[in-house]
């Protein structure tokens, strides 16, 4: 089989599973079904909730699930690993020394891509769940790079970010976009020059506009992107 293979801890969640692997297909240069890049996906929804952990230390740790996924793919054939799921990213040190491949950091390719296109002294709005801004992992990776970051007000995140996620998209039920796309022009409006969709629930929410805000970052599609090309670079025939 051509190298590399991709290994992906899914399942957290499901659906942003499932959309993470159309966007590494879509976002692939190919010709031919040949051309695609071999994927073994590991969906275990299994794994306890990231933000009921972050928040709580008395509930259940998904980290060993995590490892044991992470090992499973590796000894499975995979040559790299993503996770598309920002809040497990709190994780990240521990799942990355567990395995003996990479694992690609989709907090440090959004922040990458960001200095990129804004420059590195951008204001930046970030849309997560609460075990993301709580645990401040994200804002560090952007801070540290030299952003300003700017997150919801607690009213926002409790009545428009988190229900979006937790009893909508998680509980595979309709959502409409209106008051997610409106806090984001909000914080747009407000000063922000990007804002990151940094929860892969909002992800499926931002892939389903017909209509996407040039502000807005994507960090499933920032990570895809960099699945493919890490993918172009040690391809091997």
Known sequence: MDKPVL???GGVGPLATAYFMELVIKK?????????????VFNDPQIPDRTSYILDRNNPDPLPEMERV?????????DYIAIPCNTAHFFYEQISDAASIPVLNIMRETTTHIVETYGAHATIGLLATDGTVASGVFQSYLSDAGLSV???????????VMPLIYERIKRN???????????????HEDGCDAVIVG??????????????????????DVLAGRCVQYYLEHHRH
Do not use: H
């Open 7 to 9: 290994g992906v801890l």
């Open 28 to 40: 692939t240069p190919a010709e031919r079904d040949q051309d695609n890049i071999p994927m073994i």
């Open 70 to 78: 992470v090992l499973w793919l590796e000894n499975a054939g995979a």
């Open 150 to 160: 700017v997150t919801p007000s607690a009213k926002d995140q409790a009545d428009i």
């Open 173 to 187: 039920l309709p959502y409409d976009p209106a008051a997610f796309l409106d806090l984001a022009r909000r914080m």
């Open 199 to 220: 929860c892969t629930e909002l992800s499926v929410v931002y892939q389903d506009l017909a209509n996407k805000p040039s502000y807005l970052i994507d960090s499933m």
